[in-house]
């Protein structure tokens, strides 16, 4: 690791803000190989011992998050049993471990698909309480009436249960087919192809564009990048910190 100003590191192992750090630099209370640290000190950590209130601060594990256009075919899965071609196939055997996909988009479905080794993203981005926004661009068949996409915004039953109140545009008609823009706050098991399918006008191509504000962007298809910190960082917001990880890819 590089050097890196102490208040950064003792905020990065979740100690404290940076502000609070400074101010226990200030105070005395952090030192650097035996040696009492000032405010404006950098440290190595993986070479020196830096110690709070007498205790060795702990290494910051540097989380990995990538967005990838996963193709129509390819399985959001670490594994599968048929054999069939999977999201972590698409990486460099390098890149691949402890990534695991975050949440799911058909075989059938193409598209923004999150990589991590974080579980409090993976929670913040599968949990309904988060609220994150999902964005497709969807051709079905025919051209839905007016009344039928206000439907589709207010809600339809699933199984007893009401989806939740979607955006629905229509973007443009083509022959005989519409393309639409749906944005969901909801995940359900293939929702957008059943809630077509129910309203007569079934899914002839499904691509999500973007995850709450992660777009999707000219990225080409079956290809990968590997997001900023401060790009990701924002998909916390809600307390997913309070998540356990659920097991890597191997």
Known sequence: MTRQRLQKLIAAAG????????QWLLDGRVSVDGSPAQL?????????IILVDGRR??????????LLNKPIGVISSCHDP????????????????????VGRLDADSRGALLLTDAGALTLSLTHPRYDHAKTY?????????ASVLERWRHGI???GRMTRPAVVKRLTDQGSSSLLEIVLQEGRNRQIRRVAQILGHPVLDLQRTAIAHVQLGDLGEGCWRELREGEWQRLLDG????SQPPRPCD
């Open 82 to 101: 048929q054999g069939r071609t999977t999201v972590l196939e698409l990486l460099p055997r390098s890149h691949r471990q402890g990534l695991h996909p």
């Open 239 to 242: 307390g997913a910190s309070r």
């Open 137 to 145: 661009r969807v051709w079905v068949r025919g051209r839905p009436k």
């Open 157 to 159: 039953d699933l199984d």
């Open 40 to 48: 404006g000190d950098q440290a190595d950590p993986s070479s020196q």
């Open 15 to 22: 100690l404290c803000s940076r502000r609070h750090a400074e």
């Open 57 to 66: 601060l702990a290494i910051a594990v540097q989380r990995r998050v990538l």
